[in-house]
């Protein structure tokens, strides 16, 4: 079992790593596009909670290692190539490479990842608190893509 709480431990120090990329991608946004500056912040502001939230699971997972097993793992690798993703993408948003509405199409990509989609099927557990923060972490990213989603429709009109 501790075996299975060393990896979880690390998939989610990964995952937090991923939630503050995240977070630069949506401030880098704010910062070049001001007339969609409420969308990026909000965004942003969900990101940086998600990270908390994964500070805090990651806290439960030390004090009780075995009330958590994988349900359906995710690979280190998998979100350290999804974060250089993102890190890429904000170098470029940065150097001017990548207008709007092609950002709000990546942001949209980014929050329908794996990496953003898999957070309530990875982990078994009984802790409502863990569970509880791991549905907000889901019901902000349901927000995310309906309001990018929203967006592009207006983009494609």
């Not at 942003?44 to 990651?58: D, F, G, K, N, P």
């Not at 509405?101 to 949209?108: E, L, P, V």
């Not at 309530?120 to 995310?144: A, C, N, P, W, Y």
């Not at 929203?150 to 494609?156: A, N, P, Q, V, Y």
């Amino acid at each position: 079992m501790r075996k299975d709480s060393d990896d979880i431990f690390n998939v989610l120090e990964k995952m937090k790593e991923h939630e503050l990329a995240m977070a630069e991608y949506y401030q880098a946004c704010r910062q070049i596009w001001s007339a969609e500056k409420d969308l990026w912040m909000e965004m942003e502001q969900a990101e940086m909670r998600h990270a908390r939230y994964l500070e805090t699971m990651i806290g439960f997972i030390l004090k009780k290692p075995e009330r958590f097993e994988w349900s359906r793992p995710l690979k280190q690798a998998a979100i350290q190539t999804a974060t250089s993703g993102v890190r890429l993408s904000i170098h470029k948003l940065k150097n001017g490479e990548i207008p709007m509405y092609k950002a709000i199409f990546t942001a949209r990509d980014f929050e329908q990842s794996i990496i953003e989609n898999k957070y309530g099927e990875m982990i078994k557990t009984d802790d409502i608190e863990f569970r509880s923060l791991i549905g907000e972490i889901v019901s902000d990213t349901q927000s995310h893509l309906a309001q990018l989603n929203k967006k592009i429709k207006e983009w494609t009109r």
